[in-house]
């Protein structure tokens, strides 16, 4: 893909450029809430629909695959349409898929709008970022790093307790109904206010590494989703959708680094090591924090008893710290190398995923999960303007979007393969401790004859499976602190930033 030789200069002040922050801030947070606010309303929304947990997963799987495949074709999208264009009608679109989802009355309606909202999404948060960079001059790169990682960061982690009041006090509909005040707002505003930075380049269409992309991200998506439910390569679906996306993905690579004649993606930004070694930084990430958001909720909500208003209130704790923490490393990050931010906030990951690990028990109460979660949340406000700005360091203007699809996509995938890797994880732990467990409730047991003296065989089975589960929540997390510690060496194959890199957008 060959961007536009002239970049205007779209900088902006005074009262304009805090209404094109408020409304970029507003649609980037319309989706980052998006990725997790329906976690905790499934269970409401399978029973309203009258839809099985299996049929129930499509509503988070939809979304999620149409997100994935557009990911990569935003720099693509903006240089053919125009950024501001492409921008303001991804926001529309968004929305008006918004009210269809919160007007559904059967699955297919809806499954059919996330899909919708999910492709006019994925390139709001890439978008957002490369505007916010372009709104503020040049030396103030770290605070649009800043306020863009709030409001990254801050989206995934505010979803579940929002969901859980919306789902509780009122209704499931408001999980989606809610973004129509934002999502007009930004659209109105960034319509009549925001500057494209460069015209829009009509070139060439490239169907077929589009079809390919499509084809590879959309399986490998279906794959981690729907493998566990399926019993993963002893189901002839899973296995055909494994051999389409590697064959889809194979031939896409050959296809845009030696045939296309306008590649839709510029693969070749790979060959930078920064950008190599940051996007998979970024999919440790992705993995690290989605993936909690995958097991507290269902762990708190199901072993513990949690209402999803007191289980989505845990995430809080975990954003409280990144508010706090992100001015603080904004102000640092032109002092500090990024490479020593981003080793420290793995350590802090990890370490906090330790803690919660520790905590993992059948009486823990909220308060109990404190140490950990904030820890974390320290630990995530040193990773994404670090990691940013050391892609930054190591890219060119024209390749700043190119890298930044690149670890934006990272993420997303990190997170889909850690959900995916942790239910597998789960339910292999759970059965393991089930059959050790259960090996030592005998009659000679002195424990076991005295419970059964006032309760059932079948209470105690359940009384097992449930220490079961409790002990695969904890081994759960601990893979996440395994992976946050086995992800520091990375940082090493980072190079240093410049000191006066170009500003251009990288997407954590």
């Given at each position: 893909m060959n961007a536009p030789e002239e970049h205007r200069d779209v900088t902006e002040h005074g009262l304009r450029r805090v209404l094109i922050v408020s409304a970029v801030m507003a649609a980037a947070l319309m989706q980052t809430l998006d990725a997790t606010i329906t976690n905790v309303a499934l269970p409401t929304i399978q029973g309203n629909l009258g839809a099985s947990q299996d049929e129930g997963t499509w509503i988070v799987t939809a979304y999620t695959i149409a997100a994935i495949v557009v990911i990569p074709l935003t720099p693509w999208l903006q240089n053919r349409f125009g950024r501001r264009n492409y921008f303001v009608a991804s926001i529309a679109g968004f929305t008006f898929a918004s009210v269809v989802c919160g007007a559904s009355d059967n699955l297919g309606v809806l499954i059919a709008a996330r899909v919708v909202q999910g492709a006019f999404g994925g390139g709001l948060l890439a978008t957002a970022q490369a505007i916010l960079r372009d709104t503020f001059p040049p030396e103030r790169l770290g605070t649009s790093q800043g306020i863009f990682a709030l409001g990254a960061i801050l989206g995934p982690a505010l979803g579940p307790p929002l969901g859980g009041i919306l789902v509780d006090n009122y209704a499931w509909n408001w999980v989606f109904d809610i973004n129509v005040v934002p999502g007009l707002f930004s659209a109105i505003v960034l319509f009549a206010l925001l500057k494209d930075p460069a015209q829009a380049h009509h070139g060439p269409v490239d169907f077929v590494g589009l079809l390919l992309l499509a084809t590879g991200l959309g399986s490998l998506q279906y794959v981690l989703t729907e493998g566990e439910?399926?019993?993963?390569?002893?189901?002839?679906?899973?296995?055909?959708?494994?051999?389409?996306?590697?064959?889809?993905?194979?031939?896409?690579?050959?296809?845009?680094?030696?045939?296309?004649?306008?590649?839709?993606?510029?693969?070749?930004?790979?060959?930078?090591?920064?950008?190599?070694?940051?996007?998979?930084?970024?999919?440790?990430?992705?993995?690290?924090?989605?993936?909690?958001?995958?097991?507290?909720?269902?762990?708190?909500?199901?072993?513990?008893?949690?209402?999803?208003?007191?289980?989505?209130?845990?995430?809080?704790?975990?954003?409280?710290?990144?508010?706090?923490?992100?001015?603080?490393?904004?102000?640092?990050?032109?002092?500090?190398?990024?490479?020593?931010?981003?080793?420290?906030?793995?350590?802090?990951?990890?370490?906090?995923?330790?803690?919660?690990?520790?905590?993992?028990?059948?009486?823990?109460?909220?308060?109990?999960?404190?140490?950990?979660?904030?820890?974390?949340?320290?630990?995530?406000?040193?990773?994404?303007?670090?990691?940013?700005?050391?892609?930054?360091?190591?890219?060119?203007?024209?390749?700043?979007?190119?890298?930044?699809?690149?670890?934006?996509?990272?993420?997303?995938?990190?997170?889909?393969?850690?959900?995916?890797?942790?239910?597998?994880?789960?339910?292999?732990?759970?059965?393991?401790?089930?059959?050790?467990?259960?090996?030592?409730?005998?009659?000679?047991?002195?424990?076991?004859?005295?419970?059964?003296?006032?309760?059932?065989?079948?209470?105690?089975?359940?009384?097992?499976?449930?220490?079961?589960q409790i002990l695969a929540y904890g081994d759960a997390t601990m893979a996440i602190a395994l992976l946050s510690f086995a992800c520091i060496p990375l940082v090493l194959f980072m190079r240093k930033p410049k000191p006066h890199a170009a500003p251009v957008a990288v997407h954590a």
């Amino acid at each position: 893909m060959n961007a536009p030789e002239e970049h205007r200069d779209v900088t902006e002040h005074g009262l304009r450029r805090v209404l094109i922050v408020s409304a970029v801030m507003a649609a980037a947070l319309m989706q980052t809430l998006d990725a997790t606010i329906t976690n905790v309303a499934l269970p409401t929304i399978q029973g309203n629909l009258g839809a099985s947990q299996d049929e129930g997963t499509w509503i988070v799987t939809a979304y999620t695959i149409a997100a994935i495949v557009v990911i990569p074709l935003t720099p693509w999208l903006q240089n053919r349409f125009g950024r501001r264009n492409y921008f303001v009608a991804s926001i529309a679109g968004f929305t008006f898929a918004s009210v269809v989802c919160g007007a559904s009355d059967n699955l297919g309606v809806l499954i059919a709008a996330r899909v919708v909202q999910g492709a006019f999404g994925g390139g709001l948060l890439a978008t957002a970022q490369a505007i916010l960079r372009d709104t503020f001059p040049p030396e103030r790169l770290g605070t649009s790093q800043g306020i863009f990682a709030l409001g990254a960061i801050l989206g995934p982690a505010l979803g579940p307790p929002l969901g859980g009041i919306l789902v509780d006090n009122y209704a499931w509909n408001w999980v989606f109904d809610i973004n129509v005040v934002p999502g007009l707002f930004s659209a109105i505003v960034l319509f009549a206010l925001l500057k494209d930075p460069a015209q829009a380049h009509h070139g060439p269409v490239d169907f077929v590494g589009l079809l390919l992309l499509a084809t590879g991200l959309g399986s490998l998506q279906y794959v981690l989703t729907e493998g566990e439910l399926r019993d993963w390569f002893a189901d002839s679906v899973i296995a055909s959708m494994t051999a389409l996306s590697a064959v889809s993905l194979t031939v896409f690579c050959y296809w845009e680094l030696f045939r296309a004649r306008a590649p839709m993606v510029d693969l070749r930004i790979l060959g930078n090591r920064t950008v190599a070694a940051g996007s998979v930084l970024a999919l440790a990430l992705g993995a690290a924090i989605f993936g909690s958001t995958y097991t507290l909720p269902q762990f708190t909500q199901g072993l513990l008893g949690f209402t999803p208003t007191l289980s989505g209130a845990l995430f809080i704790l975990r954003a409280a710290p990144i508010m706090l923490a992100t001015p603080f490393v904004v102000r640092l990050s032109g002092r500090i190398d990024a490479r020593i931010f981003l080793g420290v906030g793995f350590c802090m990951i990890a370490a906090g995923s330790v803690l919660q690990a520790r905590v993992t028990t059948s009486m823990t109460d909220f308060w109990t999960f404190a140490p950990g979660l904030i820890l974390t949340g320290f630990g995530a406000a040193f990773l994404y303007v670090p990691l940013s700005i050391a892609v930054l360091g190591a890219t060119t203007l024209s390749e700043g979007p190119k890298a930044g699809a690149f670890v934006n996509l990272a993420t997303q995938l990190g997170g889909s393969i850690s959900v995916a890797g942790l239910a597998v994880l789960l339910d292999r732990r759970e059965t393991l401790y089930y059959q050790v467990l259960a090996g030592t409730q005998t009659a000679a047991n002195a424990a076991v004859h005295q419970y059964l003296e006032h309760g059932s065989l079948a209470q105690l089975a359940q009384l097992v499976r449930s220490q079961a589960q409790i002990l695969a929540y904890g081994d759960a997390t601990m893979a996440i602190a395994l992976l946050s510690f086995a992800c520091i060496p990375l940082v090493l194959f980072m190079r240093k930033p410049k000191p006066h890199a170009a500003p251009v957008a990288v997407h954590a």
